[in-house]
């Protein structure tokens, strides 16, 4: 098996064929099958187009996503995610793997010529450092960085090996080798916006990749992400950041202190305002642990729900 990482012609079409799709900015190949076939496109931080791109190690085998998407099915990220909260070592291994995904990235962005991010700097992708959302990005990390880098990474790995396995080559009839590659983006996603007519990127539906909204309200400040996902990427809408305290005194008293509240809802209500604005669905808000223990907990969710019908994880 070839280890080189300069991605020639060849790398490129076999990509495009894999991903139904024309791929750009590869920086590397990450991994490769035996016979020399990519198994993981590394891709460079910003594309040309100027998109962010936090996906550095992008899974790219039809048979290693199928057994990927096979072990999301099955229920493994909540598993994954439970472990987590509960194994000291594992969130501990996790978390390493996170920092060495942002050194992986920086190195990959100054080899390509693009520099920081600052639109993604402390970002990964994938969940990490505290949650798996995506087995791909993970099993991505892993065949990319090699053993122990991503030590979920390395389990995915283990239970797909019936399916995929990196040392046995399953290239023959994978994908499509017949005719030119892709030159237009065959993926799931676009094909079933294109025939329900949805050229607008703002006209995406709830279960496609139209603007959505994140916001994480920790004990000090709340910020806001709006993004959509577009062919080339991740696009930033709006960005936000407010200072708000809402842990002020929660040691002491155990409970939201009344004027932190306040201060709370009322960046939330600008935010919503930018939400509705932006059209973005759905909303996730991911709160400080400390709404989980305080007092006044419900007073806190019910805020949070009527400003903007979701649901403080």
Not at 26 to 31: K, T
Not at 64 to 69: D, I, L, R
Not at 152 to 169: I, K, N, Y
């Amino acid at each position: 098996m070839t280890n080189q990482k300069q991605p020639t012609a060849q790398d490129l079409d076999t990509l495009s064929r894999q991903l139904g799709r024309p791929v750009r900015d590869v920086a590397e190949i990450g991994a490769r099958c035996v016979c020399g076939n990519p198994l993981v496109a590394t891709t460079a931080p910003r594309l040309s187009n100027g998109i962010p791109f936090p996906t550095t190690f992008y899974l790219s085998h039809p048979h290693a996503t199928a057994a990927a998407s096979r072990l999301e099915n099955a229920g493994v990220m909540d598993d994954m995610t439970q472990r987590l909260a509960s194994d000291a070592e594992l969130a501990e291994a996790y978390r390493a793997a996170h920092e060495q995904y942002l050194s992986a990235r920086a190195r990959i962005g100054e080899s390509a010529g693009v520099g920081p991010v600052p639109e993604i700097a402390g970002v990964t992708a994938g969940g990490m450092p505290e949650r798996v959302k995506c087995v791909h990005v993970l099993v991505g990390h892993a065949l990319a960085e090699g053993p122990g880098a991503n030590p979920l990474g390395d389990e995915a790995l283990a239970m797909m090996r019936e399916e995929f396995d990196p040392t046995v080559c399953r290239c023959d009839g994978a994908w499509n080798t017949e005719g030119d590659a892709p030159q237009k983006d065959l993926s799931r996603h676009t094909r079933r916006l294109r025939r329900a007519g949805k050229t607008n990127p703002m006209q995406y539906d709830d279960a496609g990749t139209g603007p959505v909204a994140a916001i994480d309200a920790g004990t000090n400040s709340v910020r806001l992400l709006i993004a959509r996902e577009t062919e080339d990427g991740v696009q930033e809408l709006h960005r936000d950041m407010r200072i708000v305290r809402l842990g002020q005194g929660v040691d002491e008293t155990g409970e939201f202190a009344p004027e932190a509240l306040q201060r709370t809802f009322a960046a939330v209500d600008d935010y919503a305002r930018e939400i509705t604005r932006h059209g973005a669905h759905p909303t996730r808000f991911i709160a400080t642990s400390a709404s989980r223990d305080v007092s006044n907990r419900d007073e806190f969710v019910s805020g949070i729900r009527q400003r903007l019908h979701a649901t403080p994880e």
